[in-house]
């Protein structure tokens, strides 16, 4: 997911750069590693410049047009795209700048594959994203119209949801500030 506007950043934060590297590309090529071609970029605020980020773009590419509705919208149209064709998504944020390949491939690799069973990833005492939600998520998924994101979806009694630890997921890039820590410990 890389739609929205980053007001709190102030500038195109899916665009900043770690080590050269934008933090849309870093986030697309894990989620490429993981998910091969299957991979769907969303896109909204500032479209044009993030797709050009990560050319040549592998996968797919959505454009958001409500992305300041949040990022709610920004997973349900991702879920239309792919709802009779998948059996789950893997939910990715690009300002998790720590997320790793590995880590992708773990919570894939912790799904049963039943439809009622959320892999969701575990740090800092509580749970989120990078999330899979399988197939029997979709039909909630597709309401979704604000910044919660799938979030109600793992207290919902009917869905089991198994974590997998990751520490470094509780890192995200909110402020120019945050991005410079995050690079500093990148290159160190």
């Known amino acids: 997911m890389a739609a929205g506007s980053a007001s709190r950043f102030g500038s195109s934060k899916q665009l900043a750069e770690i080590d050269g590297t934008p933090l849309?590309?870093?986030?697309?090529?894990?989620?490429v590693l993981a998910c091969g071609a299957n991979t769907i970029l969303v896109v909204g605020h500032d479209w044009k410049a993030v797709i050009a980020a990560c050319?040549?773009?592998?996968?797919?590419?959505?454009?958001n047009d409500d992305y300041a509705d949040g990022l709610g919208t920004s997973i349900a149209q991702a879920v239309r795209s792919?709802?009779?064709v998948a059996r789950a998504i893997v939910v990715v944020l690009a300002d998790q700048a720590l997320i790793t390949a590995a880590h992708l491939q773990a919570l894939q690799t912790a799904w049963s594959g039943a439809d009622d069973e959320i892999v969701a990833t575990a740090f800092a005492g509580t749970t989120g994203a990078p999330v899979l939600f399988p197939r029997g998520c979709f039909g909630d998924l597709l309401t979704l119209g604000?910044?919660?994101?799938?979030?109600?979806?793992?207290?919902d009694q009917r869905f089991t949801v198994r974590n997998v630890t990751f520490e470094p997921a509780a890192i995200d890039?909110?402020?120019?500030?945050?991005?410079?820590?995050?690079?500093r410990s990148v290159r160190n």
């Open 24 to 31: 849309v590309q870093r986030a697309l090529e894990l989620a």
């Open 55 to 63: 050319d040549p773009l592998p996968g797919f590419f959505l454009r």
């Open 82 to 84: 792919v709802q009779h």
């Open 146 to 155: 604000d910044d919660a994101g799938g979030r109600h979806l793992l207290a």
């Open 173 to 183: 890039i909110d402020t120019p500030e945050d991005l410079r820590q995050i690079a």
